[in-house]
């Protein structure tokens, strides 16, 4: 059949089994959201407070459901508004197609109004992006982007499209969801050479990442942890992929990771890294780094493999293949007294826990553990608040923490926390501090608008916690342009003001009755949780040190 360009786009999306897009108008876009009205029943739109939310949101809906999230917008300042987003979702490995209109192409080269290269500026942040400049290229274009967006490492796909190219007419067959590129085969000698490894280790140790979200390989790891009788730790961006009650499992490793997971990795002869990157938030010390142990890093990106860690066995290929085929080829093993180290490790744990100052964010943390389903996914922004998230929340199913990782983006989390809900129809959470939430706060009235089951818990210290906490570790305590009670909302009359609730907590107590109120309210409410400026997020190992300098208790100030 015969559409014009701006029908293809929102046809594409269609065909391509795309329910829900975020977005914004604009002169460049307006014939593509016309096409969108005219087949509003088939596919719904969600207009956001601006386009840096609407990019966060299509990626929060993409963590939340492994479906490629879609976000729309103009030319000019609506494209580059996306950059953020786009990079978020690029650290992350997130698939999000973002279409941005353009002027048409007579116009391009010019300084046109609102015109700008976004192909050019996104191409560092982009897996792949595109300039249509010819309209019979654009059905394909738009098969291709999703293919790309969810192949292999998934990443976020552009595809500009100028405004002349969307009125002009070509040949258009729905032909169904893309398929993603073959799944890449691990080498077999490698697959060999990592059995044999894994038989020699006394102390093995798997750590995951992201990637097994993206493979869908949690039930693969938990057999991987049985067979070999391992204990597992996660990165920020592998939480949820295994159940806390999965007694294998410590938590997250790292700078701010559990006591236990991130000493048990230095103490193990073995590491098996699965989806996973070695950040340097996890690392510390590259030099320094499990220096004693063997390190196996499966992943499906080869440039990943020893890029900041050196790896003894790399092996390529997609996890969802190459676990299967490794658990095949090992026997059963039994490693009694790693695990009864790793149990004294825990116990040594439950001692630890920081002194408070005030309400006690784990108490608050708890709380939500205690009310919020399985079925709940837990947004963050980033600062202290998501560390405490990190550190205590409890998922037994995958996919219910959505927090910004490797770009660690402050107002990522309203966005987020509405494209999570707009997916997953339930309850949602977003824990956030005030200095994250004066970042993204006009996307309050985006989840009034949508009526979205959205409870906000802002831990308010009035100070950008984890950069203060910093400056009182580091920095003989001058606190630069880290206190913010002087600029500091009310933020019930803000709720108010938007069309939501709003109520102050004091106390765990007060905590408990307005999350239990708010979470079954099915309304949009903001608490108000009052915290200590000076609460610290412990353990915590010095940038660039190593488990010997970890910080477990504050000193006497």
């Known amino acids: ?28 876009v307006l014939d593509i959201y016309d096409a969108l009205y005219a087949r509003s029943d088939r596919i719904n739109h969600v207009l956001v407070s601006h386009e840096q939310h609407a990019a966060h ?23 580059t508004n996306l950059v953020t987003g786009i990079a978020t979702a690029m650290l992350d490995s997130i698939p999000v197609v973002a279409i941005t209109g353009n002027v048409g192409r007579p116009m391009v080269g010019k300084d046109s109004f609102q015109e700008v290269d976004i192909t050019g500026i996104t191409l560092p942040i982009t897996k792949h992006n595109y300039f249509v400049n010819n309209i019979d290229e654009l059905p394909e274009v738009m098969r291709e982007a999703f293919k790309i967006a969810k192949s292999d490492r998934p990443g976020p796909v552009l595809i500009d499209i100028p405004k002349d190219v969307q009125n002009m007419v070509t040949d258009f067959e729905p032909q169904g969801p893309s398929r993603p590129f073959d799944r890449i085969q691990p080498q077999e000698n490698r697959i060999q050479e990592a059995a044999e490894a894994i038989a020699k280790a006394e102390r093995p140790y798997l750590y995951i990442g992201g990637g097994v979200f993206a493979a869908e390989a949690y039930q693969d790891v938990e057999k991987l942890a049985d067979k070999i009788d391992a204990v597992i730790g996660t990165s920020l961006m592998g939480i949820s992929a295994i159940s806390n009650d999965n007694p294998r499992y410590l938590g997250m490793v790292g700078m701010h990771g559990h006591y236990a997971s991130t000493i048990a990795q230095a103490d193990a002869d073995l590491i098996i890294a699965i989806g996973t990157r070695f950040s340097d938030r996890v690392t510390g010390k590259t ?79 708890e709380v939500i553990n205690d009310i919020k389903s399985d079925d709940t996914v837990v947004a963050t922004d980033v600062g202290q608040h998501q560390m405490w998230a990190a550190q205590y929340l409890k998922f037994r199913k995958p996919r219910k923490f959505v927090s910004s990782g490797g770009l660690g983006t402050m107002g990522f989390g309203m966005g987020a926390a509405e494209g999570a809900a707009v997916a997953t129809k339930v309850p949602t959470v977003l824990i956030t501090g005030d200095g994250s939430f004066g970042m993204n706060l006009n996307e309050v009235m985006t989840s009034v608008l949508y009526g979205l089951p959205l409870t906000v818990v802002i831990m308010n210290n009035h100070v950008l916690g984890m950069v203060r906490q910093w400056q009182t570790l580091f920095y003989g305590k001058r606190y630069s342009n880290t206190v913010l009670e002087k600029r500091a909302p009310d933020y019930v009359k803000l709720a108010e003001a938007f069309g939501a609730e709003g109520v102050v907590t004091e106390t765990v107590e007060e905590f408990r009755e307005a999350f239990e109120k708010a979470y079954h309210s099915g309304k949009v409410t903001l608490i108000d949780c009052r915290i200590d400026k000076d609460e610290f997020v412990l353990p915590m190992i010095p940038a660039g040190q190593t488990v010997k300098d970890m910080v477990t208790e504050r000193g006497d100030d």
């Open 1 to 28: 059949m015969k559409l014009k360009g701006a029908e293809i786009v929102i046809e594409s999306l269609i065909d391509q089994g795309v329910t829900d897009i975020f977005g914004y108008p604009g002169g460049t």
């Open 57 to 79: 949101a299509a990626d929060g809906y993409a963590r939340a459901t492994g479906k490629v999230g879609v976000v729309l917008a103009t030319s000019g300042p609506g494209a």
């Open 287 to 365: 030099s320094e780094f499990c220096k004693d142990a063997t390190i196996i890093h499966l992943d499906v990106d080869f440039a990943e493999i020893s890029k900041n860690v050196d790896a003894d066995i790399g092996v390529r290929g997609d996890l969802r293949v190459t676990l299967p085929i490794l658990l095949r080829t090992l026997e059963k093993q039994e490693h009694p007294e790693w695990i009864a180290h790793v149990n004294g490790l825990v116990e040594k744990e439950k001692g630890l826990h920081a002194k408070t100052l005030g309400t006690d964010p784990k108490d608050i943390i």
